[in-house]
């Protein structure tokens, strides 16, 4: 079975620094697709970013980055320049790439707060 | 393109009623996802639906919960003889066919409170 692990429930970050999420995973698959996911207080989950396994650069988005270590099976969020907006749960996730399989599996998740 | 919507967004039933929450996927989506979120929790998955078709419930609790996905109209989560520990938010995703590497578009959730 997939599991994914967030093992920091809570983070703090002054304004305009830079802050770094982890998230581990367990799988036995190869092709495989990492997420993480914004939770602001209003409920609505949004893709901050997509890792795809196959492919070796991290992805990047804007002030957002991942470090993949796929032999550590570990998946990263870098937030550079954080802003008060960036404030909320935030939730790594995994997706096997199988038809049958394509739900995703969710961490715990990590509540960031942001000082100003 | 209006984006995943389901509703209510908030639903209070009485211990032992019935609730039901919909989800109107994406336009041009056939996968559904239902995901529970407990307080403090990630979300869990519940069931993956195509249209007409369950494709994995192997998270759905085995007793007085129920998905339809049918071929008009929105997929329904249903929740008979509720009990307060099934007060939670319930997310819909949807995702286009085959397109497997994309991502789950969600809904902003429903929050199912028991009292």
């Known amino acids: 079975a997939q599991t994914v692990t967030q093992s920091q429930p809570e983070m703090s970050v002054q304004e305009a620094e830079t802050v770094t999420l982890s998230c581990t995973y367990d799988?036995?698959?190869?092709?495989?697709?990492l997420f993480w996911y914004k939770q602001p207080p209003s409920r609505q989950m949004i893709l901050v970013i997509r890792?795809?396994?196959?492919?070796?650069q991290n992805a990047t988005e804007n002030r957002f980055s991942v470090n993949f270590q796929k032999a550590a099976k570990s998946f990263s969020l870098k937030i550079s320049d954080s802003q008060l907006g960036d404030a909320a749960m935030y939730f790594c996730a995994y997706r096997v790439y199988t038809g049958a399989n394509s739900k995703l599996t969710f961490g715990k998740g990590i509540t960031l707060s942001v000082r100003p | 393109n209006a984006g995943v919507m389901q509703n209510p967004r908030h639903l209070v039933r009485r211990r032992g009623q019935e609730a039901r929450l919909r989800c109107s996927p994406m336009?041009?989506?056939?996968?559904v996802y239902w995901y529970r979120q407990l307080p403090e929790e990630g979300l869990k998955f519940m069931v993956y639906l195509q249209k007409e078709n369950i494709i994995d419930e192997s998270g759905m609790p085995k007793e007085r919960f129920s998905a339809e996905f049918p071929k008009e109209g929105p997929s329904i989560l249903r929740i008979q003889q509720v009990v307060r520990g099934d007060s939670a938010a319930y997310f819909c995703?949807?995702?286009?066919?085959?397109?497997?590497?994309?991502?789950?578009?969600f809904g902003q959730g429903t929050r199912l409170t028991v009292v």
């Open positions: 890792q795809e396994a196959y492919k070796q």
């Open positions: 799988t036995s698959e190869s092709d495989y697709y």
């Open positions: 995703a949807s995702s286009p066919q085959g397109a497997l590497s994309t991502e789950a578009f």
């Open positions: 336009k041009g989506h056939s996968h």
